[in-house]
């Protein structure tokens, strides 16, 4: 499997450059997707085409870290603050034209942790929102701290991911821990293949894993959501329990729209593609 789209470089005001792939009409509404932990733009690979063919303008940028062009140093983990991640989504919008119009945003994972941010901080400059697996931040918290410990047992992984021997043990024998995770979950081999394209070496690794060392607590005070929202979570996500899935309905004030999957598991565009970018495309509408 290779890349469907050439890679195009997007430079921010704050000089970075991330690689993207856009496709669709230029002068089509706007949808930025973001992928999440240990993906790529590969993840959208099913529902870029089919954005475009429906005449959206799709953006799907590597993010900070990922893209070569926007990696500052994983040292200094004030690079990736979560603050910083969120203003990259309005740089990113900017850079393509959209200094000030509304677009689409959609996040996976980490990339929904931002999305959440987003959406939070600047509600009006989305369209809608669109969430993949990734509860609110502060229903993600509340099921964290509860007495039955579930959440805390499936979010077992990011203390792994604050030991510094963790991006050589993952890259180790051509990434064979990282890929036995991924395909344990429903990720073909193939898509392996194209996320490790991205985060397969020492330096993308450890600045990816900055995501989770500069927000050891994952707690972020977002208050309600005042923007069009969908929320899919599959009931087979062994990182995301139900009562944070069910619970982000508490943080959503305007129209809510959540989507159980069921038998999908975390990495919902690999285990049921046509079914998230039909969704997608409903939500859009």
Do not use: C
């Amino acid at each position: 499997m290779t890349d469907q789209f050439p890679i195009i470089p997007i430079k921010t005001i704050s000089g970075l450059t991330f690689d993207a792939w856009i496709a669709g009409p230029d002068n089509g509404p706007l949808v930025i997707l973001l992928h999440g932990f240990p993906q790529s733009r590969h993840t959208w690979r099913h529902q870029l085409p089919a954005l475009a063919a429906a005449g959206y303008r799709a953006i799907a940028p590597d993010q900070r870290g990922y893209s070569p062009g926007a990696r500052p140093d994983p040292a200094d983990l004030s690079n990736y603050h979560y603050d910083r991640l969120v203003e990259d989504v309005l740089e990113i919008a900017s850079a393509v034209g959209h200094e000030s119009d509304q677009f689409h945003l959609v996040g996976h994972d980490w990339g929904g942790q931002v999305a959440w941010g987003v959406a939070a901080r600047h509600p009006e400059r989305l369209a809608s929102l669109t969430i993949l697996s990734r509860p609110h931040p502060e229903a993600f918290v509340r099921a964290l701290r509860a007495p039955d410990g579930d959440q805390k047992h499936r979010s077992r992984h990011h203390r792994a991911f604050l030991d510094p021997k963790t991006a050589g043990l993952l890259l180790e024998e051509n990434a064979r821990r990282l890929r036995r995770n991924l395909k344990s979950t429903g990720v073909p081999d193939d898509a392996a293949d194209l996320y490790l394209s991205v985060l397969g070496n020492a330096d993308a690794l450890e600045a990816a894993l900055a995501w989770y060392r500069a927000q050891t607590d994952l707690k972020v005070e977002l208050g309600a959501i005042n923007v069009p929202t969908m929320y899919i979570w599959g009931d087979a996500d062994a990182s995301v329990g139900r009562m944070a899935a069910e619970g982000t309905a508490d943080f959503v004030s305007t129209p809510y729209r959540f989507e159980t999957l069921p038998g999908v598991g975390h990495f919902s565009t690999d285990e049921a593609p046509e079914l998230v970018t039909r969704l997608l495309l409903e939500h859009l509408k």
